[in-house]
């Protein structure tokens, strides 16, 4: 456990000594998930973060009886339900495992007390935050400024594991587009490669 609690420090870029290491490793929880697992339900509090040591999950809603897909997490992702997890509040949206996963969870409570009792874990949480506040600022500003192929090639270009591992009907909910849009958008960009 301490490797992957090392693993997480340095999924955010926050290295932590050794004592920290231990305290955060102490309270991980390792799950196995076979491909179509429901992690989290609709209307559950998110009592977990999780750090995706192998596999591929992504979190979805449903909007007007059609699954849309925000977020994918791929191996050295650090993830949950944000709302849910750090309100304590139910959640609107899904978890599911994509392919079969192994995961270590990072329980809320447990969490919170060493966040209080250790200053480097409080630091780490921090980074974990301001990541994900990055990487969702990222995803408003494609959404508001790019086109639906400026978005796929972001996609290919930023993440490509994702467009070789997910099904094409979760990308383009991902993406915000139809299956149809990205069939053409796909053409266009693998047209122009040739």
Do not use: W
Not at 122 to 140: A, D, G, P
Not at 164 to 187: C, D, F, H, K, Q
């Amino acid at each position: 456990m301490k490797i992957i609690a090392q693993q997480m420090s340095e999924a955010v870029s926050h290295p932590i000594s050794d004592g920290a290491t231990e305290q955060l490793a102490s309270i991980l929880v390792r799950t196995e998930v076979s491909k179509s697992k429901l992690l989290l339900r609709e209307g559950e509090i998110s009592n977990l973060m999780y750090y995706v040591e192998s596999g591929l999950l992504r979190q979805f809603c449903y909007k007007n009886g059609k699954e849309m897909t925000e977020h994918f997490a791929l191996e050295g992702s650090i993830f949950t339900s944000i709302d849910s997890f750090f309100c304590r509040m139910p959640t609107c949206t899904m978890i599911e495992a994509v392919e079969p996963a192994t995961l270590y969870g990072i329980p809320y409570i447990p969490l919170m007390t060493l966040i209080n009792d250790c200053r480097e874990i409080s630091s780490l949480y921090r980074c974990i935050i301001e990541k994900m506040l990055v990487n969702i600022q990222k995803r408003i500003f494609a959404f508001r400024f790019e086109t639906a192929g400026e978005r796929y090639a972001r996609l290919l270009r930023e993440r490509p594991d994702i467009v070789r591992r997910v099904p094409l009907i979760y990308i383009a909910s991902y993406l915000l587009m139809s299956p149809e849009t990205l069939s053409r958008v796909r053409a266009g960009i693998l047209g122009g490669l040739t």
